[in-house]
């Protein structure tokens, strides 16, 4: 995983270290992802969601006192019954770096490192959503179940693999339809539609019972 420089984390840590006697809140954003994390722990479930939740905090967690807009926590938070980590990652991309906010005591040094694990936060979104929709895939009934029932999928996965380093993913979703995310969080509905036309299709497929005489 990218991160600005050896000397900026031994910077953060002396700052962490010489701050830890004087306690603050805990950061919103990573208590709200923290607290998705505990709901998975307590029902056993794993998978790409899941996923998701663990590298996100992992990547918040190194950006120091970074936070969201009180607008998006509550869209992050309160609003989304899905999955808190899904919202997040949906608004990085949509939103990139306006999403965060850093406050205003942060300055010089701290500011500008912060800022700069912010962008390569940001730059990270496009590895991390690749990285999801291939948990999806290998999950799927069939290697077309997603190409079938998400028939935008296979485009948007062939825009952002292949996508320059010069464009961000911010400005390829400019324009283009943001339901591919409700698309891609509906997988599970996906999949019971895969598994019926799959059980359909083999049992059209199989030979009819000999008549009785």
Same mark, same amino acid.
């Given at each position: 995983m990218k991160r600005t420089t050896l000397f900026a984390l031994l910077y953060f840590s002396i700052v962490n270290l010489s701050s830890a006697s004087n306690p603050r809140? &805990? @950061?919103q954003i990573v208590k709200c992802l923290a607290q998705e994390e505990r709901r998975f722990h307590q029902? +056993? %479930?794993?998978?790409p969601v899941y996923d998701l939740n663990q @590298?996100? #905090?992992?990547e918040l967690v %190194? /950006?120091? @006192?970074v936070e969201v807009t009180p607008e998006d926590y509550r869209a992050i938070c309160a %609003?989304?019954?899905?999955? &808190?980590?899904?919202?997040l990652l949906e608004l990085s991309i949509r939103k990139g770096k306006g999403l965060f906010l850093i406050p205003e005591d942060v300055s010089g040094m701290q500011k500008s490192m912060s800022e700069g694990? #912010?962008? &390569?936060?940001v730059d990270a979104t496009r590895e991390i959503?690749?990285?999801? /929709?291939s948990q999806i895939q290998t999950l799927a009934p069939s290697a077309t179940c997603l190409k079938e029932e998400i028939p935008v999928l296979d485009q948007f996965f062939t825009e952002i693999?292949?996508? %320059?380093?010069?464009?961000?993913? @911010?400005?390829?979703? &400019?324009? +283009?339809d943001i339901k591919i995310f409700d698309h891609l969080k509906n997988y599970p509905l996906a999949f019971e539609k895969c598994r019926a036309r799959l059980k359909k299709k083999a049992k059209s497929a199989s030979p009819a019972a000999p008549k009785k005489s």
């Open positions: 809140e &805990e @950061r029902k +056993k %479930q794993t998978g @590298r996100l #905090i992992a %190194q /950006i120091p @006192r %609003q989304e019954k899905f999955s &808190e980590s899904w919202k694990m #912010i962008e &390569e936060y959503l690749l990285v999801f /929709i693999k292949y996508l %320059q380093e010069d464009v961000s993913m @911010r400005q390829l979703f &400019e324009g +283009k």
